[in-house]
């Protein structure tokens, strides 16, 4: 059986859609405007007057000219803040809603009485309850800039978060703010200096009245794998062959909560890592210094479980440091994959589970 399609009927010329267009014209101008809108607004176009009743032509130029008043600004909408039927979805509390990464530059006090200006990525929350629409987000950058050009300390993040919580009429807040912070470090051995570069996150949380304060770190060393450095070491002594064991780039993201008055500077956490795992990567390198830091890491030699293990043991020792966590990512040179560990000490950073893209974050991209 043979099928025959229907012969495709070719496109209208140039002269037939003229004379359809005019025929469309002839039609709008005897048709009434409600008629034109019902079969398409767009034919309005095609009208001398360009316009119909319920098709209005609206001004396409920006009016410069234009200033608000009260009585205007009165009478904008404002669905964001509406009541609570225009919700969507169930009516549940949000534990945090707000902005994340508005920049801008802030100043810094220094352990060594010095003042920094950083650009800092700020995230500000607060919580909302279940029977309200949403927040009115700008209000949250607007409470920050009240304070933007104060040096920033616990206590002036602490006046911030308040203000958030007063100006949008909610009970809990969160406020962090992450920043890369230089700090000079000197070689091992020719004595030369550089700037090594902190990522660093201070967080402040409001919850039922009370407030905690938390500061991360992300501390980038050196992992020599102790089971390739014994195994080289064996390739040399029973049969004379040279091996080098392998070592990496690796992160450990330190998480922890200040309890005590006493301030916890920058550099104090950054020493107290360094003191924990002595092989961070080096700034400025001269021969003398790379044998050096060859030595260094054969005498640290550590598998990411050590890693954290010895975090964990200065974080202990530190009276001003309550609860905290360490996630530690050694990017094997060995593997095609990753050694990862993580510890906690105590419940505030206790989890059954696991951002599934939380290691990938330990990458130092700076």
């Known amino acids: 059986m043979n099928v025959h399609p229907s012969e495709m009927k070719p496109a209208p010329d140039r002269d037939e859609a003229k004379e359809a267009l005019a025929l469309l014209r002839s039609w709008a101008r005897a048709a009434s405007p409600e008629e034109v809108a019902d079969l398409d607004p767009a034919i309005a176009r095609l009208l001398p007057s360009g316009e119909v009743a319920n098709y209005p032509l609206l001004a396409r130029e920006y009016p410069e000219s234009f200033a608000t008043s009260a009585a205007y600004l009165a009478s904008l909408p404002d669905l964001q803040n509406g009541p609570a039927s225009l919700i969507r979805g169930?009516?549940?509390?949000?534990?945090?809603?707000g902005?994340?990464?508005f920049r801008l530059p802030i100043r810094y006090h220094t352990r060594e009485n010095g003042d920094l200006t950083l650009e800092t990525s700020v995230t500000g929350t607060v919580s909302l309850d279940a029977g309200k629409k949403g927040i009115n987000m700008s209000r949250i950058m607007r409470s920050f800039y009240k304070h933007a050009e104060k040096t920033f300390s616990a206590d002036v993040m602490e006046a911030a978060l308040s203000d958030y919580i007063t100006d949008l009429d909610s009970v809990d807040a969160r406020l962090q703010?992450?920043?890369s912070y230089p700090a000079r470090v000197r070689s091992l051995r020719s004595g030369l200096e550089g700037y090594q570069y902190y990522d660093i996150a201070m967080e402040l949380v409001k919850n039922a009245g009370v407030t905690r304060k938390f500061m991360h770190l992300d501390y980038v060393y050196s992992s020599t794998c102790p089971c390739?450095?014994?195994l080289s070491e064996h390739a040399r002594s029973a049969r004379g062959q040279l091996a080098t064991p392998h070592s990496q780039r690796s992160v450990a993201r330190?998480?922890?909560e200040l309890v005590e008055d006493d301030c916890l500077w920058f550099e104090d956490l950054i020493e107290l890592a360094r003191r924990a795992v002595p092989t961070e990567t080096q700034v400025m390198v001269k021969r003398e210094d790379e044998q050096a830091f060859a030595e260094l890491n054969a005498a640290n030699p550590i598998f990411v479980e050590d890693a954290a293990r010895l975090f964990c043991e200065q974080l202990l020792a530190d009276p001003r440091i309550g609860d905290f966590r360490v996630v530690a990512s050694h990017q094997e040179s060995l593997h095609s994959h990753d050694a990862v560990s993580v510890l906690t000490e105590g419940e505030t950073f206790a989890a059954q589970s696991l951002d599934p893209r939380l290691f990938q974050t330990l990458i130092h991209g700076r």
Do not use: A, C, G, W
Request: positive net charge; without cysteine; charged residues 15%.
């Open 90 to 97: 169930t009516r549940q509390q949000l534990q945090h809603v």
């Open 177 to 179: 703010m992450r920043l």
């Open 254 to 256: 330190i998480s922890v």
């Open 99 to 101: 902005i994340s990464n």
């Open 228 to 230: 390739s450095l014994e």
